[in-house]
Each structure stands twice: as structure tokens, then as C-alpha cells.
């Protein structure tokens, strides 16, 4: 199963306000593991960073300026996203800046239901906790310690391995994970030797045994049950 973890880095919070994606970041997963192949490109929005975007990411309008454009690297964006379903944090923000870029270039919008939203799977498996990227990566210990800026590689990283542990954590990859997964054979194969079925009729030795216990009993329950049955006959 191949998915896309995709995290941006935009101009601002509004595609429809003219705000545009500065840097787009990607991670490849099979079976919910990162296979190392990624995708980064930062882009030429055409436009000034503002300074409450750069305190943020990082990248300012200096930076930014003379980077690729959108329109060269659509292509190679699509090609690597493929079909894949898209994991993000707040989906909607980053569907709605890829979409509107797409759009403005002349290329058909991604589908919006192919997107798994973790702030979603977040709020439903710790409902009324903080869903933000920074607190589940503290719930579930992993290394913050190199997001001193938003980055949209470097979150898209974390952001795999949280959603590795929303939909269940490590141990169902285990297998996988240290081992070519196209020459992994997880099928069980277990040679158990056949056994004769066990006798169930008690033997004539354990009859009079039981019956001899039975006697021994106050009130025994097996002999008001034969007694009942035999009155009722």
C-alpha cells in the first residue's frame, strides 16, 4: 500500500487572498513506512514573504526569490505523487494551496476525498488533547529537537512517523521494515504433527470410580438428578 505523507509551506494562510506555496515537501510510505524516497522542492511565489510567514518557515522573500517556479516542478510533483492517497496535517490547508497552484497553472484539481486528514485521526483516538503536530510527536516520543522552524521535508518526516502510530504504531512493521519488502514472505507456515483424537467415554474403571465418589457425596447433586429424571419417567 503506497501513500504520500505532503506538508507546505505557504505565504500565508489564503490561496484565495493571493497567498502562494513556498516549499513543498513529500514522503513516500509503503505499508505506513517511510522507504526513504522523498520529494522537496522550494518555489518562487512571485511575491513577497511577509515577515510573520518567514518568522515561521524560515524562508524569506531573499531566499525564495529566483527558486523554481511552480510551474516547473508541477510535473515532477505529480509524477511522484501518482495515485497515492495524500497524509497531511489539516488537509484542507494543504490541499487548498496545492489546488489553487494546480488551477492557476492550468492543471486539474486533486481530489479532495483521496486526503487523510491526521488532525482528524488525532482528535478521534485522544478526543479534547492538543492535535498539533509538536504535542503528538511529544505524546508518542519522537525527536523534536531539529524543527527549530517549520520545514515542509522535515515535517512531513514527523508527520510519517505520527501517522505511523495513529494507525496503530510500530510493531505491525517490524517485519517490514528491516527487510526488502518485495522479498518479505509473512505467511505463517507451521508444520504440526497430526494427533489421534482423544477417547471421551469414561472407561469401565473410572464409572465405578466416579460411582464409588459419588456415594461418599452428602445429597450428591448426581443422584437427585437421576432420581428427578427417574420420578418424572
Not at 517490514?176 to 467415554?201: I, S
Request: with cysteine.
Amino acid at each position: 500500500m503506497r501513500e504520500i505523507v505532503l506538508d507546505t509551506e505557504t505565504t500565508g494562510l489564503d490561496p484565495l487572498n493571493g497567498h502562494r506555496v513556498i516549499e513543498i515537501g513529500c514522503v513516500e510510505l509503503i505499508n505506513h513506512l517511510p522507504t526513504g524516497n522523498t520529494f522537496q522542492t522550494y518555489l518562487d511565489p512571485e511575491r513577497d514573504v511577509p515577515d510573520e510567514a518567514a518568522a515561521v518557515s524560515g524562508l524569506t522573500t531573499e531566499f525564495v526569490k529566483g527558486k523554481p517556479l511552480f510551474a516547473d516542478k508541477v510535473d515532477a510533483f505529480l509524477e511522484f505523487i501518482g495515485e497515492a492517497p495524500i497524509i497531511a496535517h489539516n488537509a484542507n490547508f494543504d490541499m487548498g494551496f496545492i489546488n489553487a497552484e494546480l488551477v492557476r497553472h492550468g492543471r486539474e484539481k486533486l481530489a479532495t476525498d483521496r486526503a487523510i486528514d491526521t488532525v482528524l485521526l488525532a482528535r478521534r483516538r485522544f478526543p479534547g488533547a492538543p492535535a498539533s503536530l509538536d504535542a503528538l510527536c511529544r505524546r508518542f516520543n519522537i525527536d523534536l529537537s531539529a524543527r527549530v522552524k517549520h520545514g515542509a521535508l522535515l515535517d512531513a518526516e514527523l508527520l510519517a512517523k505520527v501517522y505511523l502510530e495513529l494507525v496503530g504504531g510500530r510493531e505491525p512493521g517490524l517485519l517490514l521494515a528491516g527487510a526488502n519488502m518485495a522479498q518479505v514472505d509473512v505467511t505463517a507456515r507451521t508444520e504440526r504433527p497430526l494427533r489421534a483424537a482423544r477417547p471421551h467415554e469414561p472407561s469401565a474403571e473410572e464409572r465405578e470410580a466416579h460411582t464409588a465418589f459419588v456415594g461418599r457425596l452428602k445429597n450428591a447433586i448426581w443422584i437427585r438428578a437421576v432420581t428427578a429424571e427417574t420420578v418424572k419417567t
